[in-house]
């Protein structure tokens, strides 16, 4: 994929999964660990979510928008491994009253990159892991088990990412890396048809992104802006401003209040004017 290119990834995109709604519940732990050296480039995490004492009801986990594809699975049962792709709005899950979940979050491209896959086929939706990658999903069942301790888990999957990279040969057009890196730069904020200008055709643009992100080069980017959002955290006063819509590249409130409940399930005043 050309090493320097996908590395530059990885120092301009840090993707925000946020916290609130397991940290208000003390009967559940979110632990994100960082991976090898060599994986760092393709993993952004490895992550794990916890419930050691079962609850009365099902715990309902949500994951926001975040350009990312996961890969998870409970260790209580690894078999029943899934793999999530590129999502364009919210998602929930109603998880079990008790339940050890571990998951890999890939930086954008890097799945489909690893395991020749179309993203596309993956978007907006999850599938049983051994339907997409059964060596990985062979490899999580005969090796992950219940009780194994973060360290032992990272180590893991470490190993079956290492193999993997090392093995893996193909590359991508560099044009396309460089599309991805001008719309991380800018935040989201590039005008694609006018300002993103990497000797890509239209077509041919649209076609790598369906591949390696799962969407197109305009959904990709309304979510980095949506992800800078986050990690920039305005305040109420912020959020009741024009120039904030404006410099997000929203035309009006209602606009910029619709596309984060898309993104995030809830409107930007509730989760960051706290």
Known sequence: MGV??????RKQYNPVQPSIFYKADSRVSYQEHI?????HPYIYCYWQLVAPIPMEQPFIYR?????????YFNMHDAADSYVMGFCKQYTEFALPQSFHYVGVRFLPAAFPYLFSIDGSELSNRYEKLSDVVPPLAKYIADHMQAGYTADKIVALLNKFFTNRLIKQTPATDPRFMESVLQ???SAGGLHIESELNTGLSARQLRRMFNF????????????IRF?????????TQLLKSEKL???AGYYDQSHFIKAFKTFYGTTPAKIMGE
């Open 245 to 247: 819509f404006f410099d």
């Open 4 to 9: 320097e290119l996908i590395s530059a990834i």
């Open 227 to 235: 992800q800078q959002l986050l990690k920039a955290k305005p305040s």
């Open 63 to 71: 994951v926001v928008a975040d350009a990312c594809m996961d890969i």
């Open 183 to 185: 719309i991380l730069k």
């Open 35 to 39: 991976p090898a050296d060599l994986l």
């Open 212 to 223: 390696y992100i799962g969407d197109s080069p305009k959904i990709f980017s309304q979510i």
